[in-house]
């Protein structure tokens, strides 16, 4: 079966500046995750959904960070305006409902604020 | 609220000798545990996971953990390295009934030499 895909794969931008990230998720996974991985970091949840539905986003910085799943299928992860804090790997991953199947991720989107 | 701790952040071995990578949780309720690794530049991938039954859980490449309730321990192991197992490992811990809510450890980083 086909991965979890995500792009860019990198990113540079300006401080200030937006940026945007696009995942989708491996057919029929229903719940979709955002984590943000800085570097030496372990994965730090953004945002889950199940279908287009959001279940938890308490972690997402919401003056700064968006994210959405239209049609509960691919999604968009958002920054604006980005800090040099936001320099990290966003992941993205999707899995069936339930906690015990583990999650697919996809390789990421490395973003550099500078 | 769930937690992660990985006791070690680096790991260094040489070829073919056993390596054991701890990790320990806390939690006032039953737990699903998993370990995922993550080789340089991609998303992580899950190893292997314990959900209930046999306290030793068998994985792909070789690796194995053991899951202690009374010491809220779940090491990762392997009897014999390889240079490819060089990446970065993450523990990390559901909550059952946390709408598949996972939280992950720091991560530790073993490093095989010849």
């Known amino acids: 079966e086909a991965g979890v895909a995500q792009s860019p794969r990198y990113k540079i931008i300006e401080k200030r500046q937006s940026v945007a990230f696009w995942c989708n998720p491996i057919?029929?996974?229903?719940?979709l995750y955002w984590y943000q991985q800085i570097l030496g970091q372990g994965p730090k949840l953004l945002i889950q959904?199940?279908?287009?539905?959001?279940?938890?986003d308490s972690q997402l910085p919401k003056d700064r960070f968006s994210a959405e799943r239209l049609k509960g299928v691919d999604s968009t992860l958002k920054i604006q305006p980005a800090k040099l804090e936001d320099s990290a790997v966003y992941l993205c991953?999707?899995?069936?409902?339930?906690?015990?199947?583990?999650?697919?991720f996809g390789s990421g989107t490395r973003l550099t604020v500078v | 609220a769930q937690s992660v701790t990985q006791l070690d952040s680096q790991v260094p071995v040489f070829e073919e000798a056993p390596v054991e990578l701890r990790c320990n949780y806390s939690?006032?309720?039953?737990?699903?545990l998993f370990w995922y690794v993550q080789y340089p530049n991609q998303g992580l991938q899950l190893l292997l996971k314990?959900?209930?039954?046999?306290?030793l859980v068998k994985g792909i490449n070789g690796f194995e953990a053991e899951f202690n309730k009374s010491q809220t321990s779940f090491h990762l192991r392997k009897p014999s390295v390889h240079i490819s197992d060089t990446a970065e490992y993450f523990c990390a811990v559901s909550e059952i009934a946390s709408y598949d809510k996972v939280i992950f450890g720091p991560g530790t980083s073993l490093s095989v030499s010849p």
């Open positions: 959904f199940q279908n287009n539905g959001v279940v938890d």
């Open positions: 314990y959900l209930s039954g046999s306290t």
């Open positions: 057919s029929g996974h229903a719940t």
């Open positions: 939690s006032s309720v039953s737990v699903y």
């Open positions: 991953a999707s899995s069936l409902p339930g906690g015990w199947y583990g999650y697919t």
